[in-house]
């Protein structure tokens, strides 16, 4: 296959796909339709761009919005790209009669639902060899979205009309009913291969547990169950020593991912990981990024993490493949003061080098064995940006204050007495989204839930969530 690093450095000058972006682009290429959820500004668009460009025919994209179609036109062209039209009702009647007899001269067209309703102009996209068919903002299918658009349900008809063509579905909103509703519309033909790397993840049930004795907690909780899961610690002495301990304890294997642990050693312990050799990995926040596999059980903080960002991103590595899974967060009153020292102490490490504000080069050189490493990283930047001391400055200030607010935001959250879930798309979403469901969270069953591939093994069935019998029974999480 062609290598979609080259190209994604090439035709967009990115250096790394973001989370989500390669899967749904392999999936495409190989002739799968698919279901992509990503949260906003994450980089959906790419996901069509990138495979329009190895793709022979054209790519239609139905928006819901002129401002939004407008955007992503003005993307495209600030990238060099000439060939793309957006027809909607801006265009007036001689303008849209010359787009639509020129049609076939675009490689990318962005549609409104209702202009594609149209019969002159479905008929002139009949006519188009359509390589790859998007709906971007595809939650306005569903009547339960908080945008519903009723000519979004034409959208069915519409690929049935042109022969089903390779179809994207894209949408940063992933509630259970709207994804149903979307697959019901959209994917009624073939199987869809679904990415699913929303904030708000269905099939994960949030805990926050207050524990006086953390490694007890561990220990209780682990010994239940065998099934494959992260810790994540915040500093690397801890990540040994529970590790140490876990192993001790436990039948399964433990391994130990940081940044101290040698390359080789941390591409084998991964791989072993997704083998299901070793079932549990005790990790700093340096285990994770563009790690797949899609087993993953639970994911527990040990620690308090330090923003809602870096929680959300850590926790949503369990249930990749859509089953029942657990985040657990252990808590202790105080688990933040941690946090505030650190950041406190990079704030002062920070103020100590003003200091050198009216220092020479020559003097500076005199102290540089009493500087920290970090320190001495933030003096080569200093010198790279021509000593700005105000702008280092200013930063200082403004980094100490988002920090902060970050963190109390984490704090808030496992203080939260509501809904966990909502706590979390209230805090990412510019609107307010209502998700209810049930398992959600430990606010919502205070009984806990029940994971997956525990009812499989237990009754040999397929796994139906059958409440509180299997609750007794099985794997309660709260005990
Ligand atoms: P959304 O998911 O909300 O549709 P967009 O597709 O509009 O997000 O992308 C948001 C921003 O992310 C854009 O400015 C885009 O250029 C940028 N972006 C997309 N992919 C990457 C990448 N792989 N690396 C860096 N930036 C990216
Ligand atoms: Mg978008």
Known sequence: MTDLHDILKRQFNFSSFKEGQEETIESLLSGHDTFTVLPTGTGKSLC????????????????????????QVSQLRKMGERSVVAINSTLDFSSKQYVLTHL?????????????????????????????????????????????????????????KLGHPLTLALTATATSTVKEDIKKELFTQKPVNEFIYSVNRPNIFYQVQY?????????????????PGIIYF?????????????????????????????????????????????RILCATSAFGMGVNKENIRFVIHYHLPDSLENYV??????????????????????????????????????????FFKDKTQEEMKQYNRVLTDTQQKWLVQLEKSDWDWELFEQNIRVKQFEKSNKMNSMTDFVNSDFCLRQFIMNYFSHEFISVKQEPCCSICQPEGTVLEEEIISETNEQAVFDGPKLLKKLFLTNF
Not at 53 to 67: A, E, M
């Open 104 to 160: 076939s001269a675009f490689k990318f067209i962005f549609i409104s639902p209702e202009t594609l309703t149209q019969e002159d102009v479905l008929n002139r996209v009949k006519q188009l060899r359509i390589s790859l068919f998007v709906i971007d903002e595809a939650h306005c299918i569903s009547e339960w979205g908080h945008d519903f658009r009723p000519s979004y349900l034409a959208l069915k008809d519409t690929l049935k």
């Open 48 to 71: 069509y761009q990138l495979p329009s460009y190895l793709l022979d025919g054209q790519t239609l994209i139905v928006s819901p919005l002129i401002s939004l179609m407008e955007d």
């Open 234 to 278: 915040s500093s690397k002495k801890e990540t040994e020593r529970v590790a140490h301990l876990l192993n001790a304890s436990l039948p399964v294997n433990v391994a130990v991912y940081h940044g101290d642990v040698s390359p080789s050693d941390r591409i084998r312990i991964q791989q072993q990981f997704i083998h299901d050799e070793i």
């Open 211 to 227: 524990c006086e004795d953390k490694t007890d907690y561990l220990l209780d909780f682990l010994s239940k169950n065998e099934l």
């Open 313 to 354: 991103q850590e926790s949503g590595r369990a249930g990749r493949d859509g089953k029942q899974s657990l985040s657990l967060i252990l808590y202790q009153s105080g688990d933040e003061r941690i946090h505030r020292f650190l950041q406190e102490d990079s704030f002062n490490q920070k103020k100590d080098l003003l």
